[in-house]
């Protein structure tokens, strides 16, 4: 016979697959969805079905600050771990001032390319950090920040609403009655996609979600990143390579990638000159790297439209979330 403390664990445990569950399910569609009528398109519907919506934010917030935290025991969790790590980047390459050396290595760089470079970082004592996919706004409390967290829908009132990939980004920052009308162009220090670009359906679409915190982004500002796998260092070398390679396109340059036990945490710095960036991606390109960011669960869907990478990967090397280690 079960004891009271076994019953609750095992109800906990039921509700916690229920909630990561429904999770899946959501991102299973939106890709199915982006296959049968493009990705733009599922992604506008989706963003207009509220219920959903609401619902995942409700369950994400719930996952991340309960059964994330009590299901690591003593260990760091999930959620405070890819939050800690990007702290930790921050205070490094900000407090520290290890962007110095990074902006010396771009110089020699440029002279070399026979550049002239025309930026320069500024940043300030309290940095401005863009919590992109926020959910419930888990920076609010580092005095290091001043933190605008966004979400397609908000967990709580810590977080503003916006579709990242469609906001208008101009000359300053409007938020409206809780939604967010515009982003200033090259007005944050940091922006963070914490667990974000495996939610969006396509390549291109992440691709885009890239493109726009390149804009937003000041000279020598971090892109933080971390994505789900609980898989060894080795198993997706290759896909996180052709990540880097794709944002070097772009104008980013990686300065710090970790492998943690349930994902990939990488730092990507704002190029002082974009053609420094491409520079490496000229150089370090391989045949398997070509320009997209794709995650596994793509995989078959691109098989479907006759468009296969050349890279060694089945769709089960990455986990979507890694529930089901808990």
């Known amino acids: 016979m079960q004891s009271a403390h076994e ?10 697959k229920q909630l990561a569950q429904y999770l899946k399910d959501v991102h299973s569609n939106l890709r199915m969805n982006a296959v049968t009528l493009g990705a733009k398109e599922a992604w506008t519907r989706h963003c207009k079905n509220k219920d959903t919506l609401l619902t995942y934010a409700e369950y994400m917030e719930k996952l991340a600050t309960v059964f994330w935290e009590e299901n690591y025991g003593n260990e760091e969790s999930l959620a405070t771990s890819r939050i800690q790590w990007s702290v930790e980047l921050c205070k490094d390459y900000f407090i520290k001032k290890e962007y110095v050396k990074f902006s010396a290595k771009e ?51 810590y977080v503003k609403e916006c579709d990242f990939l469609n906001v208008h980004i101009g000359k300053e920052t409007i938020v409206q009655e809780n939604i967010v009308k515009e982003l200033k162009q090259e007005a944050f220090d940091i922006i963070t996609f914490c667990f974000l670009l495996e939610y969006i359906p396509s390549s291109d679409l992440r691709i885009t979600a890239c493109e726009n915190a390149y804009k937003l982004l000041k000279p020598g500002g971090l892109l933080i990143i971390s994505t789900p796998d609980s898989k060894h260092v080795g198993a997706n070398c290759k896909l996180m390579k052709c990540w880097q390679y794709t944002l070097a396109c772009l104008g980013y340059t990686r300065i710090k990638y970790e492998k943690l036990k349930h994902m990939h945490c990488i730092g990507f710095r704002k190029a002082l000159c974009k053609d420094v960036a491409l520079r490496w991606a000229t150089i370090h390109k391989k045949p398997y790297m070509d320009y997209s960011i794709h995650i596994p669960q793509d995989f078959s869907k691109i098989e479907q439209n006759n468009i296969i990478p050349n890279i060694d990967i089945s769709p089960d090397d990455f986990k979507e979330l890694p529930f089901s280690d808990f």
Do not use: W
């Open 7 to 16: 019953y609750r664990k095992t109800m906990a445990s039921d509700e916690h």
């Open 107 to 157: 110089l020699e760089i440029s002279k070399k390319l026979n550049i002239q470079l025309s930026n320069k970082e500024s940043f300030e004592e309290t940095l401005e950090l863009l919590d992109v996919g926020s959910c419930y706004n888990p920076f609010r409390s580092y005095n290091l920040f001043n933190v605008l967290a966004i979400d397609l829908c908000p967990a709580n009132l």
